[in-house]
């Protein structure tokens, strides 16, 4: 069983693995899970990006981007992508999990509002990076299930990757590795069965502001830019799901 446990699963290979794994069968649930989890995050980080001007203009006080503004725009972008509305959250098993992270980022925002409305202030350290880091670590609190945004050359150090990750990192820049695809595994953490699940990040045009070039010059944020070109691998978002 151990050794059927830690085999490596692909993708979509894993429903087909648990399927003859009655013991552990919901692992192909909690895949998706996963994948749910991560498409939340993404959303709250993209409303946080496409109000970024506004978070970062100094001659207003009060942004009206509220923990209600954004749990409503959060709630939008998850049902354009997954058709899960969350404003009705009754119809699939994994409710209860997305709207602890639905609740998890709009205490982000509720606990920024401070900073977020201070007037005077242009930049104000409020990205998507951190909301999606602090997001991460609040639902981990609540339960139990780790998110984490990682990669190789990563910048805070709470986001440096583990031994697990940074391998599964360097399979997603293997060029050989088909864009986009997640890693997913089930395997044991502190004698515990867990599913591990990494999605790879590309970078985009809007990245490189702070993640381009030249390579060493500071960045809005004062971090030395790291030299990312468009399409290269960024990183990755990584799941730690507890199997009961
Ligand atoms: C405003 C500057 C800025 C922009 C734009 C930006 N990032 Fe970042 N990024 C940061 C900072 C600062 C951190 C560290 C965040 C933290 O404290 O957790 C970070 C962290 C990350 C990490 C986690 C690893 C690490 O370095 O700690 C990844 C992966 C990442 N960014 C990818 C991206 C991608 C992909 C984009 C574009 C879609 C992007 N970033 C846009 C500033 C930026």
């Not at 044991?188 to 490189?208: F, H, I, Q």
Request: hydrophobic share 40%; aromatic share 6%.
């Amino acid at each position: 069983m151990k050794v059927r446990m830690s085999s490596l699963i692909l993708g979509a290979a894993l429903c087909a693995m648990v399927a003859g794994m009655p013991s552990h069968a919901r692992a192909g649930d909690e895949t998706e899970t996963a994948e749910l989890l991560i498409a939340l995050i993404k959303a709250g980080r993209a409303v946080v990006s496409e109000h970024q001007a506004l978070i970062n203009d100094a001659s207003k006080g009060n942004k009206g981007f509220t923990d209600e503004f954004v749990g409503h725009e959060i709630i939008e972008k998850f049902k354009a992508k997954t058709r899960v509305d969350l404003s009705r959250p009754n119809g699939i098993p994994q409710s209860r999990l997305l709207l602890t992270m639905l609740e998890s980022e709009r205490e982000v925002v509720l606990e920024a509002q401070p900073v977020i409305n201070k007037q005077g202030v242009a930049f104000k350290g409020f990205i998507p990076a951190v909301f999606a880091r602090k997001a991460g670590q609040m639902f981990h609190r609540k339960t139990g299930i780790k998110m984490k945004l990682t990669g190789a050359n990563y910048r805070f150090p709470g986001n440096k990757p583990d031994d697990f990750e940074a391998e599964v990192l360097r399979m997603f820049a293997n060029p050989r590795h088909p864009k986009g695809q997640q890693y997913a595994k089930v395997t044991m953490v502190d004698g515990k069965s867990v599913l591990r699940v990494m999605e790879p990040e590309y970078a985009d045009a809007t990245c490189l502001t702070c993640h381009g070039g030249p390579t060493g010059e500071r960045d809005i944020t004062g971090m030395k830019k790291e030299g990312w070109k468009e399409g290269e691998l960024a990183g990755a978002i990584s799941v730690v799901m507890p199997l009961r």
